[in-house]
């Protein structure tokens, strides 16, 4: 079995920072792409930023120049460094991870059950 775990959400105000973190456990072969995904209160789950096994990373236009995503490949992390953050930025953070458990299957894409970040103006 294989779980993701969040932290680092909270009540911040507009223009301060905080970095979530996503640590993968469980019988890991191997992780491909990782992510960091949002939902606001009556809205759809978007993508915020992805990064390749490689380290290549791909952000919505809404957070490019503010957001950073980086990972630990050696211990199955992914982190999302926010700063200069929005009200609009508020929403629950979810990670995601596609994930190999075994050389005889496909991988399978997770999800973490989600941090709360929340801004004020």
């Known amino acids: 079995q294989v779980q993701l775990a969040e932290s680092g959400g909270g009540l911040v105000q507009a223009g301060e920072s905080l970095r979530l973190s996503c640590a993968a456990s469980?019988?890991?072969?191997?992780?491909?792409?990782m992510g960091w995904y949002r939902q606001a209160p009556g809205k759809e789950r978007e993508l915020v930023a992805s990064?390749?096994?490689?380290?290549?990373?791909n952000y919505a236009d809404s957070v490019k120049g503010r957001f950073t995503i980086s990972r630990e490949n050696a211990k199955n992390m992914v982190y999302l460094q926010m700063n200069s953050l929005k009200p609009e930025d508020t929403a629950v953070y979810y990670c995601?991870?596609?994930?190999?458990?075994?050389?005889?299957?496909?991988?399978?894409?997770?999800w973490g059950q989600g941090t709360q970040v929340t801004v004020s103006s």
């Open positions: 469980g019988r890991i072969i191997s992780i491909n792409d």
């Open positions: 990064i390749t096994s490689f380290g290549s990373p």
């Open positions: 995601n991870a596609d994930i190999r458990m075994s050389v005889f299957r496909p991988r399978t894409n997770y």
